[in-house]
C-alpha cells in the first residue's frame, strides 16, 4: 500500500492504523489505540463528525450538539472516567443563522450536564460548506482505567442498553420512511437518534466492581464492530448466546420484513457499553442484572470470531471514508 493512495481506497480502519504510528505512548495502562488518552490520572477525549454526514430527517441542530457531548461521555464511561468538562469547536458556512449556533451549543452545554459534567466553551471558525463539531472532554478515572485488551477465556461478555433501536432508525431513513409517521408508530427509535444517552450507571459499577471487569469498549460504532474488534485486539472468540433487542426494534423488523438481529448488530451509535467479567466474578452477576440495565450476552472462549448460534458473525462496522459497512 502507498500513503499516496486515497482515504477512501484503504478505508477508515487503516488510516487510523497508519495515523497511530505517529502516537506517542503514555504507559497509563491504556493502549494507543484505546478510546481515551490518559495523561498522569487525567483522561482526554476528542471525537466529532460533520453535518451533512450525521443529522437525520427528524433531527434538528440541538439534537446534533447533543450527540456531540454524548460522544465524549459514552468513551469515558466505558473506560470507568467520569466526565469533568467538554468543550467544542464548530465550523460554519458564514450565511448560517446565529440561532443554529445557538441551538448546537445548547445540546452541547445540557447533554454535558446529563452527564454531570460542565461545558467550558471552545472555539469557532469558518467552513465552506458544512457544519462539523469536533467536541473534546477532560475526565478522571474513579479507578484503575479499564483497556480494551483484558478479555480471557472463561470470561462473561456483559453489555448495558437494548439493541436495535439505532439500526431501526437507519434503516428507516435508508427507506425514506416518513419522519412523522416514524415517530407517532415508533417514538423510542427516533429518541434514540435525537437525544442518546451513555449509562452514566456503568460508572457504579465500576467503582463497586472494578476488578472483576477485564476489558471494555464502548458500541457507537456497532455491536458487531465493537465484539469484532474487542475479539481481536485479544486474541479470543466471542460466543453469544443472546442478544438483548428492544420491543420497537422487533415490531419495526417485523413491519418491514427484516431480521431483527440485523438491526440489533449492524446499527451504531448506541453509546453503550460493552465488557467482559472475569469467570470467579460470576456471583456479582444476578446483581448486575437485577439493579441495572445489564445483560450478559455470552462467553469468551479460544479461537477467533465472533459467533452466534453457531455462526460466525461478520464484525463490520460504518467507515466514514468509504462510505459504507466494513470490518476491522
Same mark, same amino acid.
Given at each position: 500500500m502507498s500513503y499516496s493512495s486515497r482515504l477512501s481506497d484503504i478505508g477508515e480502519k487503516k488510516v487510523i492504523e497508519i495515523l497511530l504510528e505517529y502516537v506517542d505512548k503514555t504507559n497509563s495502562g491504556l493502549e494507543r489505540d484505546d478510546d481515551v488518552a490518559l495523561i498522569r490520572d487525567i483522561a482526554l477525549k476528542i471525537d466529532g463528525f460533520s453535518i451533512y454526514d450525521s443529522m437525520l430527517p427528524w433531527n434538528n441542530f440541538y439534537d446534533m450538539g447533543w450527540k456531540a457531548s454524548t460522544m465524549i461521555a459514552s468513551d469515558f464511561i466505558a473506560k470507568g472516567v467520569k466526565p469533568i468538562a467538554i468543550m467544542a469547536s464548530i465550523g460554519m458556512p458564514r450565511d448560517i443563522q446565529v440561532n443554529v449556533v445557538i441551538d448546537i451549543v445548547r445540546g452541547l452545554r445540557d447533554s454535558a450536564h446529563n452527564y454531570d459534567a460542565l461545558f467550558v466553551g471552545g472555539d469557532t471558525n469558518a467552513s465552506r460548506t458544512d457544519i462539523w463539531i469536533d467536541a473534546s472532554g477532560i475526565g478522571l478515572p474513579i479507578d484503575k482505567v479499564i483497556s480494551i485488551r483484558g478479555a480471557k477465556r472463561g470470561d462473561y461478555i456483559g453489555v448495558t442498553g437494548w439493541y436495535?433501536? !439505532?439500526? /431501526?432508525a437507519f434503516h428507516a431513513y435508508s427507506i425514506n420512511y416518513e419522519p412523522a409517521l416514524l415517530e407517532k408508530k415508533y417514538p423510542e427509535i427516533v429518541k434514540s437518534t435525537k437525544r442518546p444517552e451513555a449509562p452514566l450507571y456503568f460508572l457504579e459499577i465500576v467503582k463497586k466492581y472494578r476488578p472483576c471487569i477485564t476489558s471494555s469498549t464502548d458500541?457507537?460504532?456497532g455491536l458487531a464492530f465493537s465484539l469484532g =474488534?474487542? +475479539? !481481536? &485486539?485479544? &486474541?479470543?472468540?466471542?460466543?453469544?448466546? @443472546?442478544?438483548?433487542? @428492544? /420491543?420497537? /426494534?422487533? =415490531?419495526? +423488523?417485523r413491519e418491514v420484513n427484516m431480521e431483527p438481529l440485523t438491526l440489533a448488530l449492524y446499527g451504531g451509535e448506541e453509546f453503550e457499553v460493552l465488557f467482559t467479567i472475569d469467570e470467579e466474578c460470576n456471583n456479582i452477576i444476578d446483581e448486575l442484572e437485577k439493579n441495572y440495565n445489564i445483560f450478559i450476552i455470552g462467553v469468551v472462549g479460544e479461537g477467533e470470531g465472533v459467533y452466534y448460534d453457531n455462526k460466525r458473525i461478520n464484525p463490520l462496522g460504518w467507515d466514514h471514508f468509504r462510505n459504507r459497512l466494513a470490518g476491522e
Open positions: 436495535g433501536l !439505532t439500526g /431501526a458500541i457507537s460504532d =474488534r474487542l +475479539a !481481536t &485486539k485479544n &486474541k479470543v472468540a466471542m460466543y453469544l448466546e @443472546h442478544i438483548p433487542i @428492544h /420491543a420497537e /426494534a422487533l =415490531r419495526y +423488523a
